[in-house]
């Protein structure tokens, strides 16, 4: 599933390219168009290609995903190993933050977030590159906390293994025994926490562009989609069925991979 997705993002443009198929142009007279061989999904409420928009909001939904579970695993990695490294103080300050950050309430907090103004830092809103860089920074600086807890008790482990001591008494330094010996062990449950996190990713992402503080009109996703569907589920339900299904696989997808993870 993910793979025919990803494949679908990339391929975005060419396909609708092949296909003839517009996603920004309006079309009045087309609104709400039935599945035909010009509009294989139809057409929305502003006579806009359904199929171009949801390849369209492919591409922004995967990449919030995927980007946000690259930055949460990176940081979650570095700071979970440092807590389980350095020990004392350090790990006291680190897992205490942690634990202040998994007892906000995460959605409240999220939307507060999404609905500061960033043009200060450089991030416009209504640019498509800017709202998907502003969505990432935000679930990541959260994200990471879960990935952190499972690294530190890991590495934990680890450290304390024999051959982790035999390396040291060899003379091993730290950035080796780190590298050659605690990171190879890691990438398991990294890996898991990674894949969960995408999938959280881009549930928390189509919320926030449902409530119209994620992705900003025109650029398509499929929460925005779901957005300006929402008043049209009862005369119109294909244009709410798709993004949603697609949303739906998507998180299923990224679930069952981090279940084929833990298991393998």
Known sequence: MLGALALAALGADAIAAALGLDAETPDLLLRFGPASAAHPLGTDELGRDVLARLLLGARVSLAVGLCTALLAAALGTALGLLAAWR???????????????????????????????????????????????????????????????????????????????????????EARVLRRHVLPSLLAPVSVAAALTAAGAILAESTLSFLGLGIQPPTPSWGNM????????????????WPGLLIVLAVAGFTLLADGLRRR
């Open 87 to 173: 020990g004392a103080w350090v790990d006291a300050v680190l897992m205490r933050l942690a634990d202040g950050l998994l007892a906000l309430p995460a959605l409240p907090l999220l939307v507060i977030l999404a609905a500061a103004d960033t043009a200060a830092i450089g991030l416009p809103r209504g640019e498509a590159a800017a709202d998907v860089a502003r969505i990432v920074l935000i679930l990541g600086a959260f994200g990471w906390v879960g990935v952190a807890r499972l690294v530190r008790a890991s590495a934990r482990g680890v450290l304390a293994r024999d051959w982790v001591r035999a390396a040291r008494a060899l003379g091993a330094s």
């Open 226 to 241: 779901l957005a300006n569907a929402q008043d049209l589920v009862l005369s119109a339900p294909s244009v709410a069925l």
